[in-house]
């Protein structure tokens, strides 16, 4: 592996914003693979597929686009103190320069399985229906699989995680009755409505499960965005609030909405309206060799694995349930960094981690 070469790919796809469409990213790696003597298909919204070899099918994913930044030198790429500074330097573009080494090294190796390269778009927070791998995931055969997302960690030890929450997102309309500002006494104000059904929300009790090896995992609900759009000297005749669920991996879908539905009822009678905005599915995948491949390749690299769990959500559960790939998640992103300002990669665990995920890929694949 050529350690510099790695570094300068993901300074130069920091340097690609790809925070409103990934259009760039998708003609830089599309052109990269290419160059390496790969085919690649190619769909309407960028999402990239490349395969090598005949077998089953080992897949690889990351994806390419970023939440937005707005700090000054969010798409510089600098190196400074061992670390690789921008917007997505740690989600996912790490992953994105390590699976771009890991094709050009299986170009000289004689394989004894397919590899399966997806680059994806529309991971950050979009519905299903749009999400870059949904859209590939019945395009796939695989039966195992890597995604790239961050959990190197600051301390030299790597992450391995078996699963991830699900993430759903739910609009409430509180209703009042608009009218001008300078007479409150004739309308009712749908933000002081919504007062009541923000009390009772943040009591909402949430569920719990155990998973083996990780402890107790518990449901996570937040309103994240509170809007009123009549004016500043209207009062409020409608008030909406964004509610963001992240699910427990299993049996709690059909029980959000009706759990949401109650409180509105208990808190504004009929003063409402719910409209679900997306849903995406967790889940967790174990299978105990695999797993094992996975900490022996860390520890070939001199590292320490560590087994986990993602309370946010990631691409593997989609490969999962829609493509019949079981994935783990295990990435030379810098655990922590996500959608932060001054976003940052640690060089020496995108290294090691890139190294580790070689590891796992010749296992597999190479004879």
């Known amino acids: 592996m050529d350690r510099k070469r790695l570094v300068r790919t993901l300074q130069e796809l920091v340097r690609i914003d790809s925070s409103q ?11 990269r693979l290419r160059e390496t003597g790969f085919k690649v298909a190619r769909d309407s919204d960028g999402n990239l597929l490349s395969e090598i070899g005949r077998g089953e099918g080992f897949l690889l994913n990351a994806h390419m686009d970023t939440v937005k930044a707005d700090w000054k030198g969010a798409f510089s790429g600098v190196v400074k103190d061992g670390r690789v500074y921008g917007r997505g330097s740690s989600d996912c573009k790490a992953g994105v320069a390590a699976m771009l080494e890991i094709a050009r090294l299986l170009r000289e190796e004689k394989l004894n399985n397919r590899i399966v390269f997806t680059f994806t778009g529309n991971e950050e927070a979009k519905p299903l229906e749009v999400n870059g791998a949904y859209r590939l995931a019945k395009r796939i055969k695989a039966r195992r699989g890597i995604v790239l997302e961050p959990t190197s960690r600051e301390d030299g030890s790597i992450g391995i995680a078996i699963g991830c929450r699900g993430s759903y997102r ?56 509170i809007e009123a759009k009549e004016g500043a000297n209207v009062i409020p005749g409608k008030c909406s609030l964004t509610i963001d669920y992240r699910a427990i991996p299993h049996g709690e879908e059909g029980e959000i909405e009706s759990r949401i539905n109650d409180i509105c009822r ?16 967790g889940g967790i ?11 022996i390749a860390i520890r070939s690299v001199g ?12 691409d593997s559960a989609i490969f999962n349930k829609y493509a019949g790939a079981g ?16 976003e940052y990669c640690n060089i020496k665990g995108l290294i090691k981690t890139t190294e580790a995920v070689i590891k796992v890929v ?3 694949a190479v004879q």
């Not at 590292?303 to 990631?314: A, E, L, W």
């Open 170 to 225: 739910y609009r409430v309309d509180v209703l009042g009755k608009s009218c001008h500002s300078g007479h409150p006494e004739r309308g009712e104000n749908a933000i002081y409505n919504s007062c009541s059904f923000i009390e009772r929300f943040k009591k909402m009790k949430l569920p719990a499960m155990k998973i083996n090896g990780i402890g107790i995992v518990r449901a996570a609900a937040s309103i994240t965005q």
């Open 362 to 364: 010749e296992r597999y």
């Open 21 to 31: 469409n990934i259009s760039g990213m998708s003609d830089y790696v599309e052109a």
């Open 327 to 342: 994935c783990y998640v295990m990435g030379p992103g810098t655990r922590g960094q996500p959608h932060k300002v001054n």
């Open 285 to 295: 995948f174990k299978e105990e060799d695999f797993l094992e491949e996975c900490k």
């Open 266 to 281: 208990q808190a504004l009678g009929k003063n409402f309206k719910m409209e679900k905005l997306s849903g995406i599915p």
């Open 303 to 314: 590292c320490v694995p560590v087994v986990d769990f993602n309370r946010g959500r990631n």
